[in-house]
T-cell receptor, first 117, second 111 residues
């Protein structure tokens, strides 16, 4: 299993540009989420999904869109990039309690380092 | 007040030392508690879950005090490889476990 994969690893955008950060998992996890990590702030939840076709906002959703058309993929779209969106973005996935096991162990992708100038 | 608060450190300790990290959380309805480890410029990885009865995994011991809303992590006999950022993580009542992270505590173990 590849686990959780993210592309690209690094990206530089100009203010106002749009782009999509890709995230995929091959563990058949229902739950997927996007976090951003900034110095001194810890990881903050942007959006999450509890299954294909179902998404919801996290703590810091403004400026980002998501969709979940398949179980495997959960792309994050930046609509009009701003310097405040310079950050490291992590995608994560986990199983649900009903599926058994340690449902809250979230598996993280390697991250995308985004700089907006 | 932040939902999950940690002392950011940094903690600089010699090899073999015992070091303890503390964490407090504000939501009394929180259900699940974890310590994650994050190496420099890498993704977070689960270190251990935290239970009210306390739990131990080798050199690592985690404790939860629900009455005080306090979580701790004790590392005994520190190794150079323990150098990392330790993240205190709390989950709410949903079955899908939306996680709330503390800002992390930086540990550096030196020879």
């Amino acid at each position: 299993n590849a686990g959780v994969t993210q592309t690209p690893k690094f990206q530089v955008l100009k203010t106002g540009q749009s782009m999509t950060l890709q995230c995929a998992q091959d563990m058949n996890h229902e739950y997927m989420s996007w976090y951003r990590q900034d110095p001194g702030m810890g990881l903050r939840l942007i959006h999450y999904s509890v299954g294909a076709g179902i998404t919801d906002q996290g703590e810091v959703p403004n400026g980002y869109n998501v969709s979940r058309s398949t179980t495997e993929d959960f792309p994050l779209r930046l609509l009009s990039a701003a310097p405040s969106q310079t950050s490291v973005y992590f995608c994560a996935s986990s199983t649900s309690r009903l599926a058994g096991g340690n449902s809250y162990e979230q598996y993280f992708g390697p991250g995308t380092r985004l700089t907006v100038t | 007040r932040k939902e999950v608060e940690q002392d950011p450190g940094p903690f600089n300790v010699p090899e073999g030392a015992t070091v303890a990290f503390n964490c407090t959380y504000s939501n009394s309805a929180s259900q699940s508690f974890f310590w994650y480890r994050q190496d420099c410029r890498k993704e977070p990885k689960l270190l251990m879950s935290v239970y009210s009865s306390g739990n131990e995994d080798g050199r690592f011991t985690a404790q939860l005090n629900r009455a005080s809303q306090y979580i701790s992590l004790l590392i005994r006999d520190s190794k150079l490889s323990d150098s990392a950022t330790y993240l205190c993580v709390v989950s709410g009542t949903t079955s899908y476990g939306k996680l709330t992270f503390g800002q992390g505590t930086i540990l550096t173990v030196h020879p």
